[in-house]
């Protein structure tokens, strides 16, 4: 095997392995770690390049931060690069939950844990008011994405519907509503 | 089925259907894993609180703390490279030829339909966590609507809200101040 790429692959674990372990509250809060070690100091990638790979891996399935691991690892060094990137990402946050995984239940039964949980409880309800707040606020632009969203919510709360279902369903009424629009604006071009 | 194959396969299909990060995955997470009662609901928000404080994303997080529990740390390995397995081919595939994925009309025209979606997914279970705090005794149905609430959840919750979108605090430093605030509410109030 190329020794150079082998290098580099290690490299690239070492470096995302850092990452892994820094990056409290989800994938954009890593977007300052990948501008310090990828482009300023092993000069990698180009800074816009990041933006456009963050663009990207928003709109694949997983997590934000294991794709863009991916993606800069394989830009770097091919498949090796993408598997050492992706590995030093998982393994710091698999070694923390693994501890507490091990022992959080002999944890839970302390005194207060379960009076600090119910205020956790609560403030993570209001954690996720706060994504569902912001996230609308990004994504719901029209009266079909109204719809759209109020439909998935309502069919998961009152009649339980699969999640996966309601998923597949949006996909498909997102495609065949744009097709429409384009079918419709035939005339004038769109980019 | 055999349970390693089973953690990975489960959560090959959560981390296949998880887009729009993390938090989109919450609504699966607690389909999939509450109805195979390898987790309770307070189980699931314990890990919320756990990732949020924790380095790492949640979907990494709840697989390893799944598999864990239900398997040992192999359970822990097969779960968290089930959930990371589809979206790393995916990713492969795409670096590899589509640099211009995300312009493409067919994907622009499945993810107008896929952001509201999950939007409305990810607001039902914030519904189910909310009414899981604020009734901490459970939920005894729409007569007991606010008899039955628990006023020091509603305001540890009305804090919250106002620390994160007003004073803009980290998510992290929040938990912990809401486990501040649950020890001194439900131990002297």
């Known amino acids: ?50 933006i456009d790979i963050f663009a990207v891996v928003q709109s694949l399935p997983g997590v934000i931060a294991v794709n863009s691991s991916t993606f800069v690892g394989y830009r770097v060094a ?26 959080f239940y002999n944890f839970r039964n302390y005194p207060f844990v379960n009076e600090a949980f119910y205020g956790i409880q609560a403030g993570v309800a209001a954690l996720m008011c706060n994504v569902v707040y912001k996230l609308s606020k990004s994504s719901i632009k029209n009266g079909f994405a109204i719809v759209l969203a109020l439909s998935a919510f309502l069919a998961l709360t009152i009649f339980g519907a699969p999640a996966i279902g309601v998923l597949l369903i949006a996909g498909v009424l997102g495609l065949a509503a744009s097709t429409l629009y384009n079918v419709k604006n035939k005339e004038e071009p769109t980019k | 089925m055999n349970i390693l194959l089973e953690l990975f396969l489960v959560f090959a299909k959560i981390g296949l259907f998880t887009i729009g990060g993390g938090y989109a995955m919450i609504p699966l997470i607690t389909q999939e894993i509450t109805q195979r009662n390898w987790l309770t609901l307070e189980g699931v928000i314990d890990i919320i609180a756990i990732s949020e404080m924790t380095p790492g994303p949640f979907a990494i997080n709840s697989a390893t703390f799944i598999g864990i529990q239900q398997a040992g740390l192999i359970g822990g390995v097969a779960a968290t490279m089930g959930v990371a397995t589809p979206s790393f081919i995916i990713v492969v595939v795409v670096a590899r030829y589509f640099t211009r994925f995300k312009d493409h009309h067919i994907v622009q ?25 604020f009734y901490i005794t459970g939920w005894e149905g729409w007569a007991k609507l606010l008899s039955a609430v628990d ?21 992290a430093l929040m938990i912990i101040i809401s486990a501040a605030l649950g020890i001194i509410f439900f131990t002297w109030l």
């Open chain 2, 151 to 171: 006023w020091r959840s509603i305001a540890i919750f009305a804090l919250g809200l106002v620390g994160i979108i007003k004073l803009k605090i980290h998510p």
């Open chain 1, 78 to 103: 091919g498949l090796l690069g993408a598997f050492a990137a992706t590995l030093g990402v998982i393994l710091p946050s698999y070694i923390i939950i693994a501890i507490i995984a091990l022992f």
């Open chain 1, 1 to 50: 095997m190329d020794t150079k790429l082998l290098k580099k692959s290690l490299k690239l674990f070492t470096v995302f392995f850092r990452i892994g372990m820094f990056t409290f509250g989800g994938g954009y809060a890593m977007i300052p770690y990948i501008e310090h070690e990828i482009v300023e100091k092993n000069k990698w990638i180009e800074s816009e390049d990041i």
């Open chain 2, 109 to 133: 025209g499945i993810l107008s339909g896929l952001r509201p979606a999950v939007i409305g997914l990810i607001a039902s279970s914030t519904l189910m966590i909310a009414q899981n705090a």
